[in-house]
């Protein structure tokens, strides 16, 4: 297939691009006039300059794809004031009209876990993806609005062989990764942290999964006829920042004082068994973070 990618210079975009190419789509890109590119060239067929609502670039994106990863987030109407009128313009109409101009290809959503915050007592602390959307937050609410429409689409709208339209949606928690603009990437601030004061007290934690798992989830879910119509959670484990600190002391090979008195589990652990049927395994655990650790340690 020849897949249109928003999003595709960021951190998620250039992975799920560089998994695309590897497993033999064509890949061409929506790039803001100022994205970073050269991390992303060896990949892609052609790049599109503009903006995730620019209805002119989303023409030139489109021509001649067969189907679209929408992964862009306009996050300067977020943070670090949310701009509402903006938010509403560029990321929930423009989504949604852009869904719908994109008719009728394939169209996956990288959406968040967040839309999940308010867990219902009777799912017993695993949810899964029947699990209502109870956000917290306006990037989480923004999320589970466009996945309304996404459904409405797959259930109202015609495909390419006159079925359903193939909707999914893909629901990260915290992604890790070696990210392209390094500093960005998740553990970095830890290490550094130790390396200078030898100790690290940040209490809490959350849940991560590895970017190369969403990647691959993304592809799986264009490429499955059994993903049309469903959301996709992605939470490999839970893990303390406090554990992630003890990783990286262990890796820098250093003596450091971490604070390890956060709960070391979760009240809430998101049921897999959706996202490892579709074929991503999630099973990296903590050693998949000491994988990544060590990754990182090396080019910092």
């Known amino acids: 297939m020849r897949i249109a990618i928003t999003g595709i210079s960021g951190f998620i975009g250039s992975h799920i691009a560089k998994v695309l190419s590897e497993r033999g789509h064509a890949v061409v890109g929506l790039v803001r006039e100022t994205s970073r590119r050269d991390h992303i060239q060896p990949y892609v067929e052609r790049l599109v300059v503009g903006d995730q609502d620019?209805?002119?670039?989303?023409e030139l994106l489109l021509n001649r794809a067969d189907a679209v990863v929408h992964a862009s987030v306009d996050w300067s109407a977020l943070r670090p004031a949310p701009?509402?009128?903006r938010h509403l313009k560029t990321n929930l109409a423009g989504s949604i009209r852009f869904l719908q101009a994109s008719r009728p290809r394939p169209f996956v959503f990288l959406s968040t876990i967040a839309v999940h915050h308010d867990i219902l007592p009777q799912w017993r602390g695993k949810p899964d993806e029947a699990h209502p959307l109870r956000p917290n937050s306006l990037y989480g609410a923004y999320k589970a609005s466009v996945e309304a429409h996404l459904w409405a689409e797959h259930f109202s709208q015609a495909g390419p062989d006159g079925g359903p339209r193939h909707t999914a949606a893909i629901?990260?928690?915290a992604v890790y990764g070696i990210d392209p603009n390094l500093p960005?990437?998740?553990?970095?601030d830890i290490i550094k942290t130790l390396r200078e004061t030898g100790r690290y007290?940040?209490?809490?934690g959350g849940k991560c999964v590895h970017v190369d798992d969403v990647a691959l989830a993304t592809a799986l879910a264009l490429e499955k006829p059994e993903a049309a119509g469903q959301p996709f959670n992605l939470a490999d484990c839970y893990a303390r920042h406090a554990d992630w600190a003890e990783i990286a002391a262990q890796e820098l090979g250093i003596e450091a004082e971490i604070d390890l008195s956060s709960p070391p589990s979760s009240k809430n652990l998101?049921?897999?068994?959706a996202t490892q049927r579709l074929g991503v395994p999630l099973n990296r655990g903590h050693e998949g973070i000491r994988q990544h650790l060590r990754d990182l340690i090396s080019k910092m």
């Open 54 to 58: 620019d209805e002119v670039a989303w």
């Open 83 to 85: 701009d509402l009128d």
């Open 171 to 173: 629901r990260p928690c």
């Open 184 to 188: 960005r990437s998740h553990g970095y």
């Open 201 to 204: 007290d940040k209490p809490g």
């Open 270 to 273: 998101f049921d897999k068994s």
